[in-house]
């Protein structure tokens, strides 16, 4: 898509104000439990906390606004005065705010968002045991003269990168935890400072590499479902019947065993099960008893996994995430914060995370296209669409 010129940007090619309208509302009442720099109480600051912000998420909620420097020449527009950031902001102004901002403020209004889905969705959930979370990161190209997020990666070692670590919860899917840091981080490390007592979490093969970190998540009172490489050296100390659920599920085996070639650095007694599913053989291992957590339930969990990278993807394409209206390691994080709550934002406004289609039709109603009864219709029509092929899959 082509950059639209700075002086062809006009207010109809802008949306989605009233997002950034409960936007305002909800940082408002998280400002008050965060401390803020003092400069935000000055009354000579032209440039307030609040409009900053709303001008920053209104320019991630427009793909039209591509870049920083188009996001100051829509401030000049009456109506994003009016109703988002009050004035005129200069380039100076906009790089100067993120360097003040403590990104704290922007988790606090994200897990505020977070609850309130979890109470949109709670009713339609079944019961539960555990609150399983996928757990995964994802990778964002970082410009060339981001030096702080070199990577190391590239045939000369010198890709650049910023990585967003996230939770996604499976029963309400929504994201629940983020942590954005440097491309090159690692993933297990920057997983322990999140964990917390009683959490469950399915994860990939990468987290099964550290067969002590099933030890230490039993410790903290945590349940699992991690895959296994396929060349995990595996001692059976006790086999464990299947039932025709579980066949029915691709099990072809489960059993008690120990991880690791060496006898001093084996793992903890776990329970391994083994999935024949779409010509793929998964090791799948867990803390959980059979009575418990079946073995089919143990199948089903892991495939469900492959919500957090289906929300990757649709922060990365819809949101156009691509584009970076920041550049410092601050307003990355802002940036990447803001986009998690315009997505929790617009799961709240549809009832569900929306597809390409809902997309389009809120897209049509903020123009002023089609009225308020065609956008619920078509957003109705759109949800059966999609339980529909979610049955078929």
Known sequence: MAQVPLETITEAQLQRWRLVEDFRQRLDQAARSVSLHATFSDPARLLDLASYLSLFLFGLLNPVVRTMRGLCAASDLKRVQDEVCGRHVSLGSFSETQRLLDPALLERVFTQLAAEV???????????????????????????????????????????????????????????????????????????????????????????????LFGQWMDQGCAFVIRLKGQAVVTVEEELPISPQDRQAGVIRQAWV?????????????????????????????????????AAEVSLLYRQRWQVELFFRWIKCILGCRHWLAESPHGVTIQIYLALIAALLLQLYTGQRPTQRMMELIQFYLLGVIGLDELWAGLERERKRAQKTKKRA
């Open 118 to 212: 979890g109470q949109a969705t709670a009713a339609t959930a079944p019961a539960r045991t555990w609150n399983w979370m996928a757990r995964d990161g994802s990778v964002f190209r970082a410009l060339p003269r981001m030096h702080w997020a070199l990577y190391g990666a590239g045939r000369g070692g010198d890709s650049h990168a910023v990585k967003l670590h996230l939770n996604l919860h499976l029963l309400d899917d929504k994201p629940v935890r983020a942590q954005v840091r440097r491309g090159k981080d690692c993933e297990r490390a920057v997983w322990r400072e999140q964990w917390q007592p009683g959490d469950a979490y399915v994860g990939d093969r990468y987290f099964g590499e550290d067969y002590q």
């Open 258 to 294: 120990r991880l690791g070639a060496q006898v001093a650095r084996r793992s903890r007694r776990v329970r391994l099960v083994w999935v024949e599913a779409d010509g793929h053989s998964l090791l799948l291992v867990t803390h959980a008893e059979p009575k418990d957590l079946t």
